[in-house]
């Protein structure tokens, strides 16, 4: 597998080795050997996925406390995955990374413990996977806008289809600092 790096570290582009044949194709989605070996010893708790229609946008969202990294990933069409440093004392605190991940690159992107994350659905449909280091904690569960100035994220879709809740996430500038994620 291949990892590369993005404009945050800690935030990772992976792409797996993919073992093709007369039958179609073979990929580790996850190996916790070759994730340790390349520095990121991950241990995942929960699973889940979600399918959503073209020009969909789920995000951002993180959870503080018990916040979660999350390793995600496409298995139908393509989307435009985004994580951003919302961890207060952080070094890049407000910036963002961005990948395409589509059924096609097969590419994983890795989303530490205190980032936001959101994407936007590029094709018809999109499947989206992901398996995450802590529980789902509704308690915990918690959002940002989507299109924050501040954050000036370079979504390719103008008008996206919300959830009601993601519409009326708060801007990071009017969340409380001690309701954020801490850094390291
Ligand atoms: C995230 C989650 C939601 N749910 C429930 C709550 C709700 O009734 C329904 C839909 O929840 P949401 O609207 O929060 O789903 P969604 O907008 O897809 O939330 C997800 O968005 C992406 C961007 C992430 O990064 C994920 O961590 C997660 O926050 O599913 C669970 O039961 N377990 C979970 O882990």
């Known amino acids: 597998m291949k990892i590369i790096k993005t404009e945050l570290p800690g935030c990772v582009v992976i792409e797996p080795a993919v073992h093709g044949d007369a039958r179609g194709f073979f990929y580790e989605s996850f190996n916790q050997q070759r994730f340790a070996d390349a520095g990121y010893a991950l241990e995942f708790v929960q699973s889940n996925v979600s399918r959503s229609a073209r020009g969909v946008l789920r995000g951002l969202h993180y959870q503080w406390p018990n916040p979660q990294g999350k390793l995600v990933s496409v298995l139908e069409g393509e989307v435009y995955d985004v994580a951003v440093d919302i961890r207060v004392g952080s070094p890049t605190f407000g910036r963002w990374a961005a990948a395409i991940l589509s059924a096609q690159n097969k590419r994983h992107f890795w989303v530490p413990e205190g980032f936001a994350h959101g ?44 959830s009601d809740k993601d519409t009326k996430a708060p801007f ?10 801490t850094y390291p």
């Open 119 to 162: 994407f936007a659905v590029l094709s018809e449909y999109a499947t989206f996977v992901y398996q995450c280091t802590a529980l789902y904690d509704r308690a915990s569960d918690a959002g940002l806008r989507w299109n924050d100035a501040a954050l000036a994220i370079g979504w390719p879709i103008a008008e996206p289809s919300l």
């Open 172 to 181: 990071l500038a009017d969340v409380p600092r001690d309701k954020l994620p």
